[in-house]
């Protein structure tokens, strides 16, 4: 038996609509963003509607809202793998959140063009740990 999905969110973020939401509200960053992806946004083209649309796809996938919400914006965080790929790190409520649900793997998937993010994410328990739960 194959993993159980938990949870799945998808998001898009067109880049200049980010671009000029990022230019009236520079603030934004600093609430979204941690430092990583900021110092990243600024040499990566793309990368920060990228990471938004990351973080909004974790949102959905967990079942929370962004707004009023009890998770942290900077508690998912995007990260570039050597070869070029990207993975989402999990921090503090987000992580304690995954936790709950059972969620052991994080299946991330993103695209950028010259238009838009996309961003998919996966949330499953594999099915020794399910199968160990219903033993109890």
Avoid: Q
Avoid at 11 to 28: H, Q, S, T
Wanted: charged residues 25%; contains cysteine; negative net charge.
């Amino acid at each position: 038996m194959g993993p159980e999905i938990m949870g799945v969110g998808i998001d898009a973020v067109e880049l200049d609509e980010f671009a000029g939401a990022m230019a009236k509200n520079p603030g934004i960053a600093g609430a979204v963003f941690t430092e990583k992806e900021k110092d990243r946004a600024g040499s990566i083209s793309g990368f920060g509607a990228l990471a938004f649309a990351a973080k909004e796809a974790c949102f959905k996938a967990l079942g929370e809202s962004w707004t009023g919400g009890r998770l942290d914006w900077r508690e998912i965080e995007l990260v570039p793998g050597a070869a070029g790929e990207y993975s989402l790190c999990l921090s503090g409520e987000a992580a304690e959140l995954a936790a709950e649900l059972h969620a052991s793997v994080i299946e991330f998937s993103c695209s950028i063009d010259a238009r838009r993010a996309l961003a998919e994410v996966v949330l499953t328990r594999a099915a020794a740990h399910r199968a160990g739960r219903e033993e109890r």
